[in-house]
């Protein structure tokens, strides 16, 4: 009998190993970790919607450019889509949910990897004459395979609810940061209507005292014209505060440290839209575009999936694989192997029960979303119409009629027929009703950015006719055509 050379029996121990090996490296595939196909499909999605780049990655090369883009945006006052154009470049909270989008990306490449095969082996030596008996065996999960196409379907709707996830947050701090522009900008105009005050009432003040001193007015005017210039003072304390306050809010979103806050912003607030967008176009949008929608039907896409890949892992856990085993006398054996879970005492039920609870659960947070989503459209687009409605009122019709009725109560005063406090309380309430008017602007575009946001897209502004003096009301100059000095 011929012998079988030894070189024949390594071939024969490496030729199926091998062939076992390669054929699980196929079937897994190459695993790419990569997020930029993933974050340029986001990012036109958000371009469309919001017409702004996003910029990912303020650790690379693109760091320097970046920020000097942004210097040079800071050299001219920001428009409101300027701070949010910084804001998307720079607010590191987005830079980290854009990272998010990344360490998402790793953990379902891997979920989406076979096991890896196990190999064990031994060596023994005889207690008699003979050769060393060695044994190898190479074993693969089979389940992992079988249940590979599944995982990549489960892979691939998780990665896209991740995209929305980042996608809101993208649209959600455009929001804010409009949010915080329009309150800074009301800010700024209530402060620059005190310190237009506040200079009047010193005048008032010197006016009075000149007068008191000529023996034209008692000592009473000067006093209501001393509180009048101490509560000026402190309310424009308080302003200057709260303009302190929105700015700072502003260039924390845009990712600006505190040295960087030598920017300016556009004075005063635009005036309200010509036109509005229908209500039902609002629904219609917000139904098939508003991110968290989006990511509520996503999951529910990925419960379904899940629950198809729980089923299949209900089946027992099997490997298989290949066995050579040298005995002492020098003869080999070969053959394959295998090793199945007995499911004795656990079936995995559990796993499909879970499965489809959570499945039940995504089903009924997407109805709640969808009722949320649409009852937030309506409330806001009431309010919106309300707010512009109050406005309008304001501007046409309210603050007119406080300058006419204080530039009537001048003459009167001028005559010494009504007292300097009748003037002061006219004049308190024409600065209460401008503060209102300034609030009302202030509300109507904060929702309109929360519309926006809740369409998941922008909504056209076509300029309504106004001008800025018409939006400030003049302050009286309490003076007296008699007598004064």
């Not at 986001?42 to 990912?56: S, V």
């Not at 900008?185 to 620059?192: E, L, P, V, W």
């Not at 003869?331 to 005492?345: D, H, S, T």
């Amino acid at each position: 009998m011929m012998e079988t050379p030894s070189g024949l029996h390594s071939i024969r121990i490496k030729v199926p190993v091998l062939f076992f090996i390669s054929i699980s490296v196929v079937v897994s595939g190459c695993a790419s970790v990569s997020t930029n196909g993933d974050l340029k499909h986001l990012q036109e999605k958000i371009e469309q919607r919001t017409h702004k780049k996003l910029n990912w990655g303020l650790g690379s090369k693109n760091e320097e450019i970046i920020q000097q883009k942004i210097q040079n945006v800071l050299q001219d006052k920001l428009t409101v889509d300027a701070a949010v154009e910084i804001a998307l470049m720079n607010n590191p909270s987005l830079q980290a949910a854009f990272e998010e989008l990344g360490v998402t990306k790793a953990e379902l490449v891997q979920a989406g990897l076979l096991k890896n095969p196990s190999v064990h082996g031994f060596f023994r030596n005889p207690t008699h004459d003979g050769k060393t008996n060695t044994e190898f065996e190479v074993k693969q999960d089979i389940l992992s395979i079988l249940t590979l196409p599944l995982r990549k379907g489960l892979t691939h709707t998780q990665l896209e609810q991740a995209q929305y996830s980042v996608g809101e947050a993208v649209l959600r701090l455009d929001r804010e940061v409009r949010n915080a522009y329009y309150t800074l900008q009301a800010a700024q105009q209530m402060y620059a209507m005190q310190e237009k005050i506040l200079k009047a009432e010193e005048s008032a003040l010197v006016l009075a005292e000149r007068q008191f001193e000529a023996g034209n007015v008692n000592d009473l005017v000067v006093t209501g014209h001393q509180l009048a210039l101490n509560r000026a003072q402190l309310d424009l304390s308080q302003r200057e505060m709260e303009v302190n306050e929105a700015k700072e809010t502003l260039g924390r979103l845009m990712g600006l440290s505190s040295r960087e806050m030598d920017w300016d912003i556009q004075e005063s607030l635009p005036y309200i839209s010509k036109e509005e967008p229908l209500l039902k176009e609002l629904e219609d949008k917000a139904m098939s575009q508003n991110f968290a929608l989006l990511m509520a039907n996503q999951e529910v896409k990925t419960r379904e999936q899940a629950l198809k890949v729980s089923r299949v892992n209900m089946l027992p856990e099997m490997q298989a694989g290949f066995n050579t085993e040298k005995e002492t006398d020098g003869g080999r054996l070969e053959g394959p192997v295998f090793e199945v879970e007995v499911p004795l005492f656990d079936q995995k039920q559990t796993f499909v029960a879970r499965s489809k609870a959570q499945l039940r659960q995504s089903q009924e947070r997407l109805r709640a979303k969808e009722d949320e989503v649409l009852s937030s459209v309506r409330s806001k687009y009431n309010r919106l119409l309300v707010t512009k409605n109050m406005v309008e009122t304001y501007l046409q019709s309210v603050l007119p009629l406080h300058a006419k009725f204080i530039e009537s109560l001048q003459r009167h005063y001028n005559f010494m027929l009504v007292g300097v406090y009748d003037l002061l309380d006219a004049k308190k309430e024409e600065i209460e009703s401008y503060h209102k008017f300034v609030v009302s602007l202030k509300e109507y575009w904060i929702l309109r950015s929360e519309l926006e946001l809740l369409a998941g897209e922008k909504i056209e502004y076509i300029p309504a006719d106004s001008s800025s003096k018409e939006m400030t009301p003049q302050t009286p100059s309490h003076e007296h055509h008699h007598g004064g000095k």
